[in-house]
């Protein structure tokens, strides 16, 4: 067979990057959690299932698995699972009563905790019942490999609809394409470094531990070249929240009115996109003191901030559409004590985003993916990944949350939550709980964190 008639479908220098930075320790799986609020005694475990099987038409990177070339002669490449088994990817389980949100959340913590098996596709969803009010839970993780651009779709997206009617989908019967030998991939790989001679040392690069000095370019990180070089003068400073860390995660909320935020931002004259910014700030202050941490006037603290913008053409990527995801390095003002200079300090420091004039609202990010919030802070969570672990403390992602009321098997959806992964460096050490800051609020806020 000649190398021209081979399907093999490799992945980026990125998405292998991910694969052999990470280990126990760091999974970089994203996710997210969705709740619906059935009617009482409607719950039908077995639909939610055949929507699940229906709509993996719509992500036909979800019946994939990676395969390694061997030797790592090349980066691994995108084949169909022959053996796809739905009733492992997608499973049950239950809360004891009363169900609380602190049950739900310890128990997604300890899920979120396990890394995904690379011998199967790279992602799972469980479906969690018994909690309190008869809600029932979607909790999904996602290698991010699966989300790399903005044509995909997280499959916790592809569930859901406008309206209690399920959207109505051509039948497409899955047929996997039988994978190839090691002597094939083999040889595919030694014909890609012919054609491409700079392959050996991308793949060098790639299998380094930090994926961000070994691969991130600007271009495709996202962040101007200006703010980069800017903080990488003064790289981000030494932190609790930056040391060596175990592989178990704990995962909390935190629920806000959002009639609040707007009323602050009408008063000060910000963003909504500041506020949140300037509660996580003052929290982090709070943070900091109630662990003995000294707070001078010149303690700082370094958020990646991914925001939602404008999609644009990437020369690099062959004229098509970029990741409509950029990041902002912002330096969090936990030193100042008076919340309403923080807000202003903040505000000011974020008004670059704003004159940028790329900043997306929330209507418009419909138009960009299916569903956005959990695509899109999957996406957030990718860039993150991307940058050394140095260059920043901790990442916030905020993505303007559904405005229309959203169903997954005609359940209504009352609330979505993300799930971003933790990078090499960063942790947030006990007694705190080791997640990353990360909110979808209901209205369209000026900017993404």
């Known amino acids: 067979m000649c190398h021209d008639e081979r399907m093999t479908d490799r992945l980026s220098a990125t998405d ?9 320790a760091t999974p970089m799986h994203v996710g997210g959690a969705v709740l619906l609020q059935p009617e009482p005694n409607t719950f039908d475990y077995q639909q939610i299932v055949e929507l699940i099987s229906a709509r993996l038409s719509l992500v036909p990177r979800y019946r994939q698995v990676v395969r390694f070339v061997p030797g790592r002669l090349a980066r691994p490449v995108w084949v169909d699972d022959d053996n796809f088994d739905l009733a492992y990817h997608v499973r049950r389980s ?12 310890d128990l997604i913590g300890r899920l979120i905790s396990r890394p995904l098996d690379r011998r199967r596709p790279l992602w799972e969803m469980y479906l969690i019942e018994g909690l309190t009010g008869g809600r029932i839970a979607i909790v999904n ?4 490999a699966l ?20 959207r109505t989908l051509p039948e497409q019967p899955w047929i996997p394409t039988p994978p190839p030998s090691d002597i094939d991939l083999v040889v595919d790989a ?16 790639a299998a380094a531990a930090d994926v961000g000095s070994a691969i991130a370019k600007v271009a495709h990180v996202g962040i101007a070249a200006a703010e980069l070089v800017r903080h990488a003068v003064r790289p981000a400073p030494r932190s609790v929240l930056n040391v060596t860390m175990s592989g178990q995660r704990r995962f909390a909320t935190f629920r ?7 009323a602050i931002r009408a008063n000060e004259a910000a963003s909504v996109n500041d506020v949140i910014l300037t509660v996580i700030t003052g929290a982090l202050r709070t943070w900091l003191l109630s662990r003995g941490e000294a707070v001078t006037a010149d303690t700082m603290l370094r958020a990646l901030v991914p925001m939602s913008v404008q999609p644009q053409a990437s020369a690099e990527d ?6 409509p995801v950029v990041s902002y390095l912002l330096d969090m003002p936990v030193a100042e004590p008076n919340v309403a200079m923080r807000l202003h300090q903040v505000s000011f420091s974020m008004s670059a985003h704003l004159d940028s004039g790329r ?8 138009g960009l993916g299916r569903f956005a919030p959990p695509t899109l802070h999957a996406l957030g969570a990718r860039v993150a990944g991307q940058l050394s672990s140095r260059t920043y403390n901790v990442l916030i992602t905020n993505v303007p949350g559904p405005q229309v009321p959203l169903f997954a098997g005609g359940y209504p959806v009352v609330a979505m939550y993300p799930i971003a992964p933790l990078v090499k460096g960063h942790d947030w050490p006990s007694p705190a709980r080791r997640t990353t800051a990360a909110c979808s609020s209901a209205s369209p806020p000026t900017a993404t964190p």
């Open 359 to 366: 900043q997306v609202g929330a209507d418009s990010l419909l």
């Open 318 to 323: 062959g004229g098509t559409t970029a990741l």
């Open 190 to 205: 030694i014909a890609d470094i012919a054609a491409r001679p700079s392959e050996i040392l991308e793949m060098a690069r």
């Open 141 to 144: 993780k996602t290698h991010p």
């Open 147 to 166: 989300v790399d651009r903005i044509g995909a779709v997280d499959v916790a997206a592809a569930i859901l609809d406008v309206g209690r009617r399920e």
């Open 16 to 24: 292998a990057a991910f694969l052999y930075a990470e280990d126990a």
């Open 256 to 262: 806000a009115d959002l009639a609040d935020i707007k």
């Open 94 to 105: 239950a809360l004891p009563k009363p169900g609380t949100d602190q049950q739900l959340e």
